[in-house]
């Protein structure tokens, strides 16, 4: 029996006598697109939340394998990062939990009791992951499994974080559009910009240079943390989730809505690494005009007789 993009076997659908089936969306390669890492194999590495599931993507050719299928014990994983030892730490965003897939594919929870567990990174094998809700926090996870050790707390749901070359780690507060830092050891949190359209992950590229990127308006934006400005480097769809830099300074962009992924060139030129689809759909009512309202994901979206989706 054929698979799916779960890894899950596909059932033949079955008409009912004088009917086809017909496919009017394919689905999308990935089941949403969120966290993203380079693997040390040369391979895009994509926490797929509502698929629950990561995949390892050929960015050449678009096509996806399985690293941590639905049916495993990775639950919901929303963020990525690896050590240099090949771990491979996993936040498990609807299981207050932080797992590691070693390199044998054994799977370890390091962190557990962190409510909405979201963003993670790995700099000098040290590890740093934020916590998504109003009363969030930012905690140093050791791969052992030893005690976290909190750096910040009370943040406004701090998302996909990063280290700076200055020493400090850097991470967006969503909902107030805004980017912050705090020193490794602690100490008390500054706002170094506001005013971004719902960002949702930072990062600095080999230069140095932070970007962020803004989910509402699929804004990439450059920062100046100095200054506390943006100037826009590029813009994609809007639903964007994270991004990464693979060793050649390409950026990749992630899409929670569709699983779609775009490559930025580092000139700001763009093609679609991972074509976009249906995440769901999980609830359809027929639409005006003939055509069809999906409820696929976190976004709605309108299918037109041709298959055409608006979301």
Known sequence: MP???????????????????????????????????????????????????????????GQARVVSGADGPIVAPDDLAFDSHGNLFVTEVMSARVSAIRPDGAVDVIAADVPVANGVTVHADRIFMSEFHPDGRIWELFADGSAPRLIAGGLMMPNALCLG???????????????W??????????????????????????????????SGSGAVSLIDAGQGTKAEFARVAYGIDNFAFAPDGRMFVSHFTDGEVVEIAPDGGQRVAVTGGMTGP????????????????????????AGAVAR
Request: a negative charge.
């Open 3 to 61: 698979t799916d993009r779960l890894g899950l076997p596909v059932p033949t659908p079955r008409p009912a006598p004088g009917g086809a089936v017909e496919t009017l969306v394919p689905p999308a390669a990935l089941a949403g697109a969120n966290g993203m890492r380079w693997g040390p194999d040369g391979a895009l590495y994509v926490a797929q939340a509502f698929g629950s599931q990561v995949s390892a993507v050929d960015v050449a050719s």
């Open 181 to 214: 830092r705090v020193a490794l050891d602690g100490g008390v949190p500054e706002r170094v910009i506001g005013g971004l359209d719902i960002p949702t992950a930072v990062k600095f590229d080999v230069h140095g240079r932070l970007f962020a990127v803004e």
């Open 282 to 305: 999980f609830g359809m009512a027929a639409g005006p005009g003939g055509s069809l309202m999906v409820a696929d994901g976190m976004s709605l979206a309108r299918v037109d007789g």
């Open 165 to 179: 070359p200055d020493g400090m780690l850097y991470f967006p507060l969503v909902p107030l559009g805004e980017v």
